[in-house]
């Protein structure tokens, strides 16, 4: 399946919202669609046509005061990832985190963040391993330099 991931943009919305609530996160919408707006957060979608099959939300200003170990902010930190479940295991996933890296690595950070969701914990953490993304010795995350993101995704495309 041929995507192309782009930022966010008006004509996506109620497409993104389809795929919201067809992925059981309907009431996530309205906030969502709300946090486009605020200018330190990243919403990217992967279209399939016109059809949002994706997304990632994320922040390329993540200052959070935690024991980060070797990441510390500032850093990139992805909030949400999904991905249609008719359209997983397509490479669509690793187009949205690779889209998200390349531009944060533009901001001039270095590494990248994320809690990773109790469902699905162990599919989850297989994904953002084959990312280049290791557990963080101390904390509930999951992080890596984005070279390292990049370096994976390009070896495994």
């Given at each position: 399946m041929t995507v192309e991931v782009t930022e966010l943009a008006e004509e996506h919305e109620s497409s993104l919202r389809a795929l919201l609530v067809a992925e059981g996160m309907g009431l996530h919408a309205g906030t969502l669609l709300d946090h486009r707006h605020r200018p330190y957060e990243r919403l990217y979608v992967a279209l399939a046509g016109?059809?949002?099959?994706?997304?990632?939300?994320?922040?390329?200003?993540?200052?959070?005061?935690f024991g980060s170990g070797e990441f510390p902010p500032?850093?990139?930190?992805?909030?949400?990832?999904?991905?249609?479940?008719?359209?997983?295991?397509?490479?669509?996933?690793?187009?949205?985190?690779?889209?998200?890296?390349?531009?944060?690595?533009?901001?001039?950070?270095?590494?990248?963040?994320?809690?990773?969701e109790p469902d699905h914990a162990d599919v989850r953490r297989a994904f953002f391993h084959h990312c280049g993304m290791r557990p963080v010795l101390g904390t509930p995350l999951l992080g890596a330099r984005l070279d390292i993101i990049r370096t994976a995704l390009v070896s495994r495309s």
């Amino acid at each position: 399946m041929t995507v192309e991931v782009t930022e966010l943009a008006e004509e996506h919305e109620s497409s993104l919202r389809a795929l919201l609530v067809a992925e059981g996160m309907g009431l996530h919408a309205g906030t969502l669609l709300d946090h486009r707006h605020r200018p330190y957060e990243r919403l990217y979608v992967a279209l399939a046509g016109s059809v949002v099959v994706g997304f990632v939300e994320g922040t390329f200003t993540d200052r959070e005061i935690f024991g980060s170990g070797e990441f510390p902010p500032p850093r990139a930190r992805i909030v949400q990832l999904v991905v249609a479940v008719h359209s997983r295991r397509t490479g669509i996933g690793s187009a949205l985190v690779g889209r998200f890296a390349i531009d944060a690595e533009a901001a001039r950070l270095d590494s990248l963040v994320l809690y990773p969701e109790p469902d699905h914990a162990d599919v989850r953490r297989a994904f953002f391993h084959h990312c280049g993304m290791r557990p963080v010795l101390g904390t509930p995350l999951l992080g890596a330099r984005l070279d390292i993101i990049r370096t994976a995704l390009v070896s495994r495309s």
